[in-house]
């Protein structure tokens, strides 16, 4: 193969684009910075190892290289920073909500109310304390408690674009779709800049079923900021709505390129399937479980995608799979008795009785192999299958957590029964006989 070799116009272009690189502006070491975190500990380091640097300044150049680590993923190193900032400061506030917001992030809330409640404490008239708290009552699902915390930072700092958008969070996980709006508008004419914002507002639109709203919102967030592969995919979704099937496609393969999650791949099997394309779809799906095992959607969906091939076979265990990831969803429980039903009512065709639950030609384990070889066997897996679905339904109308504690209890007898196969004294039929009989009596 030949080599490469640019065109002097372009070699040309090339190194002026270097001259103009290396004329880049000093980074500033500052809190909300837009450089690259690399740049900003670099810029921060200068500052605080410079003795002529006020205590002062040295301590929110601190604060500052803090988060930057974090958002280069050394937060253990950022955390212990801002102990030594705690340590020494005078008045922490500001390292205290720094503490308190990575270990929002981390999702570790207790310890996150301590920090950001200590900050509040030494610095009760600083908006960004009840802001930042407000981010974690809303992350626990107190939004009442969330909203109560925007408002306070509001009233000390009415142009609080930030406040206004997680605000407007708030209102929309409580449902309240037109106030989560009406914040967002506040926040966007404070800060048309921020991406994350329209993107917010689009989703709420889309709740409202303005679909037109929702793409300009979410158009403009890919304008804004083209990495993210969350605006894509919620694009993608108001196109689906909108059924522009190829256009949405389109959407999910570009947040499937910048990053492959479970949810983009379902997205885009879901496009497939709405345009008859079953295999692409059921590949979509395949992908999807393999990246995130208990992805429930996908499991659901891929079993809609096997019914409409006319597989009943695959569809029952996908819409079985779904049901024991989330025993509440009675969608996916409503499925599962249909395509039985319709497996049932085509008997005559095929006996399926000999089958076991599972798809044998998949089968790894040598209990399973077992299964599979032994008729009696088999149908005392199906048995079983069909006997706790029975009485997931029965659960789930009385306690959503007796159908939780029942799938646990399910999963840990497969486990027992996958250790024990093939032990001493372990008698395999007695043990799945008697669990179908413990289930029959729940299901009744």
């Known amino acids: 193969m030949r080599p490469f070799v640019l065109p002097l116009a372009a070699i040309a272009v090339f190194v002026a684009a270097q001259a103009e690189s290396a004329a880049e502006p000093a980074v500033v ?36 290289q803090a988060l930057a680590r974090h958002d280069s993923g050394d937060s253990n190193k950022a955390l212990d920073e801002l102990d030594r900032v705690i340590a020494k400061d005078p008045n922490p506030a500001r390292a205290y909500r720094a503490r308190g917001e990575i270990l929002r ?19 009760p008239d600083n908006a960004e304390g009840y802001e930042t708290r407000g981010n974690i009552f809303n992350n626990a699902g107190q939004y009442d408690r969330a909203i109560e915390d925007y408002n306070e930072a509001l009233r000390l700092k009415p142009d609080f674009a930030l406040a206004y958008a997680d605000r407007a969070a708030a209102w929309y996980f409580k449902g309240d779709y037109r106030k989560a709006i009406t914040d967002d508008d506040q926040a966007i004419k404070l800060d048309p800049n921020r991406a994350q914002t ?63 999650q479970a949810n983009f791949l379902t997205n885009r099997g879901d496009a497939y399937q709405a345009m008859q394309d079953y295999d692409r779809a059921i590949v979509d799906y395949d992908a999807a479980v393999r990246l995130d095992a208990g992805f429930q959607r996908a499991y659901n969906n891929r079993g809609a995608a096997w019914e409409r091939k006319g597989d009943r076979e695959h569809a029952s265990q996908d819409y079985a799979q779904a049901v024991r990831i989330d025993p509440s969803d009675a969608k996916a429980a409503d499925n599962y008795k249909k395509v039985m039903l319709e497996s049932e009512r085509l008997s005559g065709l095929k006996d399926e009785s000999g089958l076991p639950s599972f798809n044998c030609a998949v089968a790894r384990r040598l209990v399973e192999k077992a299964i599979c070889a032994d008729p009696e066997l088999a149908r005392f897996d199906r048995n079983m299958n069909e006997a706790f679905l029975k009485a997931i339904a029965a659960a789930g109308n009385d306690s959503h957590r007796a159908a939780l504690k029942l799938t646990r209890q399910q999963r840990e007898f497969i486990e027992k029964r996958n250790a024990s196969y093939g032990r001493p004294g372990y008698d395999l039929r007695q043990a799945m006989a008697r669990r179908v009989e413990q289930l029959s009596t729940i299901a009744k």
């Open 198 to 260: 329209y993107t917010n507002r689009g989703v709420a639109y889309r709740k409202l079923g303005d679909i037109q709203h929702a793409l300009d919102d979410e158009t403009a967030a890919i304008r804004i900021d083209p990495s993210k592969p969350e605006f894509f995919d919620n694009r993608g979704l108001d196109l689906y709505g909108n059924g522009d099937f190829a256009s949405a496609i389109a959407d999910f393969d570009q947040a499937i390129k910048i990053r492959p």
């Open 105 to 123: 992030q981390q999702r570790k809330t207790v310890a996150a109310f301590e920090a950001l409640n200590q900050a509040i404490r030494l610095e």
């Open 29 to 64: 070491c500052a809190a909300h910075s837009d450089a690259a975190p690399a740049r900003l500990i670099d810029s921060c380091a200068a500052l605080i190892d410079d003795p002529a640097t006020p205590d002062a300044d040295r301590f929110k150049a601190m604060v500052v």
